[in-house]
Every structure is written in C-alpha cells, then in structure tokens.
C-alpha cells in the first residue's frame, strides 16, 4: 500500500488526484511506497501507477502566460527585443539533481507548477557556447574580448578592469502549450563498482541493472525571450562575426539551444531545440 506522507486532517480534505498544481502533487503529496518515495512503479513490464504522465494541467493557460511575458518584455525593451518559439527535438530534462524526496527531480515553476527554464540557465548555456566555439573553451580569453564581456558580463580580472553584469537580458522560457510529461529510465549496470569504497570490486557485467527513473518534457514548444537597451546595443565583434550585440545575442541564442542544448544528458540527445 502506498500514500503520501502528509498530515491525516489534509488528507481527508484533499486526495492526490486532486491536486491541480503538479510541482505541490510532485513534491508536497509525494506517494511513499514501502520504503521510499517513488512517482513511477513497475512490476514485471506491467505499469503498478504513474503520478506523472498524462498531467494536465488545468486552469493554467499557457497561450495568455506567454503574452504576458511578451509584453513585460516589450515594455521593458520596447524597441530592441526577440521572441522566439522553438520545440523540443525530442525530450528536455531540467533539474535532474535538485533537491527532491525522490531519487532525482525535475525544474517546476515555483507559482505554477509547471516545467520551466529559467532566464539565468540560458544565459549560462548561451555563455557557455560562445566560450567554447569562439574562444576555445577558454575563458578567461573570452574575458579579454570587450564584445563579450558587454554581452554577458564579467569579473573585474577583464578587459573592462571592472565588475559588469551583461548588457544582455534572458527572460525565463515557459511552454507555449500543455508540457507532455515523460518518465524515461537510466540503467546503471554498475553500482557496486561505483559505491565500492574499498576499490576492489570491477565494473562487470553480472551486477544486476538498477532502473532509476526521471521526469521528461517531450514534443513541447518553448517561448525564448531576450532584450537590450538601445543605449546599450553598440558594434561589437566575437570572431569574424561583426553586428551590433543584439543581433550577435539572437545568433548565439540559437546556435546554443539548437547545437549545445539545455538541462541535464545534453551528450546524450536531451535538452535540443529546433
């Protein structure tokens, strides 16, 4: 038998299937199952429950939500901005290692509840790109480039001989419709090997698999938002390629979300867009 750990007077107000915020029916109204807590059970191929899939969120419209951070942007940028919408290639992992009960997680928005990235983690990956394909995975070379540094900010160890925090803004990116849900299955065959403190196991192959699912976005479409003041949007140059930075800031947006990827297992397929 299993059931969620809450208090017996909530429980009697309020079952699970009730709950139509999924990060409060994901974490606050966790299933705990015999020993531990679990979103997803199997038994023999035969699926026991599944607290995931199939959500959808109701009362949430995700059409309205995006306009709405359309047009704090616009109002915040009005004539510099780009919105993008661009869909998942295949599925999308966010927040594999947060905190959570169960073994691994997933990046729920903190009001509604639904799967999100935030502006601050395509900043990174946009970053993170421009170092690795235009300054050779070299950092503190990208720091000596002013155009970068005015892009996305640095330390006051730079060319700038200052503390800067990046002409460029990423807002957080929201699905533009209902996110599919997906528990997908990692298959690690040695554990032994790994959790052997006396380095004496070998990572052989007659250990048993231990599946450990996590939460998946699949066939989604995202809304990608980024703006700059017009003071702030001069000629700037990373490379051979010259254009003011807001047009040098759409180029490597795309280029990272389509050819780097975002979240979690990006080495293996997860987290492009097209």
């Known amino acids: 038998m299993s059931d969620s750990l809450v ?17 409060l029916k994901f974490h606050k109204f966790a299933r705990f199952d015999g020993d531990k807590f679990l979103f997803f059970k199997t038994d023999k191929g035969k699926i026991i429950f599944n607290d995931v899939e199939n959500f959808n969120f109701p009362s949430i419209n995700f059409n309205n939500l995006c306009k709405e951070i359309s047009e704090a942007a616009k109002k915040l940028f009005p004539t510099i901005n780009y919105v993008k919408k661009l869909i998942i290639d295949w599925r999308l992992t966010l927040g594999l290692g947060s905190e959570s009960v169960y073994e691994t997680s997933i990046n729920l928005h903190p009001v509604y509840g639904f799967p999100y990235i935030p502006g601050q983690s395509i900043k990174g990956v946009v970053r993170s790109w421009v170092i690795l394909e235009y300054f050779n995975k070299d950092e503190e070379k990208a720091y000596q480039s002013e155009t970068f540094c005015h892009l996305f900010g640095c330390p006051k160890e730079s060319i700038l001989n200052k503390e800067y925090q990046g002409a460029l803004v990423f807002f957080d990116a929201y699905p533009i419709e209902t996110p599919k849900l997906k528990v997908d299955v990692m298959n690690p065959h040695y554990q032994p090997y790994y959790s052997d403190k006396t380095n004496t196991k070998p990572p052989a ?16 479409s995202f809304q990608f938002i980024i703006g700059i003041k017009e003071t702030e949007n001069n000629l700037g140059k990373i490379d051979n390629i010259q254009g003011h930075y807001f047009d040098l800031g759409k180029k490597f947006l795309l280029e ?19």
């Open 256 to 274: 990272a979300l389509t050819q780097k990827g975002v979240g979690a297992k990006t080495a293996v397929g997860y987290g492009y867009f097209k």
């Open 205 to 220: 192959d007659y250990y048993n698999p231990n599946p450990i699912f996590f939460v998946t976005v699949e066939n989604t």
């Open 7 to 23: 208090p017996k007077e909530t429980l009697e107000k309020i079952n699970r299937n009730q709950v139509s915020n999924f990060a």
